[in-house]
């Protein structure tokens, strides 16, 4: 790769989940990136659920640095590797993990921009979700939904 090459994944169909609160790398929106390099990541993820949800990126090794700015529909907030700050109404389950719940089933949308850098080791990155709290209420991410790596 070179600089402004990208990397994307995209959602090639609807996915739900029920009963499982285990955060799992999403089969569509995962990409192989290099080692000691830097990239732009832009992600859009169409959600819809009554049931909360988490979501973060896994990344191979431990990036050097990196931050993402997240967006849901009109609420905005800043995750720093190590020091995550959320708004008042979204919920940090662990470090780098994003959590955001709707009260009724309208769908959302989520925008992440940010910026990481690789150590030594190459790998998969990736966009993982999953139920905050076991429940039999599905939890769907739409088709559509990607991520996008440019490198820098």
Same mark, same amino acid.
């Given at each position: 790769? %070179?600089?402004?090459?990208?990397? $994307? ?8 989940? $029920? ?14 990136? %290099? ?16 049931? %909360?949800?988490?979501?973060? =990126? ?24 190590? $020091? ?7 919920? %940090? ?6 959590? =955001? ?19 030594? $080791?190459?790998?998969? =990155? ?27």
């Amino acid at each position: 790769m %070179a600089t402004g090459d990208q990397l $994307t994944g995209v959602k090639t169909s609807d996915e739900s989940i $029920t009963t499982d609160a285990t955060l799992s790398l999403d089969s569509d929106m995962q990409v192989t990136v %290099a080692a000691n390099t830097t990239y732009l990541i832009k992600a859009w993820i169409r959600t819809a659920t009554d049931v %909360a949800i988490r979501f973060d =990126f896994q990344f191979p090794g431990t990036p050097t640095r990196g931050y993402y700015v997240y967006q849901r529909n009109n609420i905005d907030f800043l995750d720093t590797l190590g $020091t995550p700050r959320y708004p008042d109404d979204a919920e %940090a389950t662990d470090l780098d993990t994003v959590s =955001f719940s709707s009260t009724t089933s309208l769908r959302q949308f989520n925008i992440c921009h940010g910026l990481i850098t690789t150590d030594g $080791t190459g790998g998969t =990155f990736g966009f993982r979700w999953a139920q905050i709290a076991s429940n039999a209420t599905a939890s769907t991410v739409y088709a559509g939904s990607h991520i996008i790596l440019t490198e820098v």
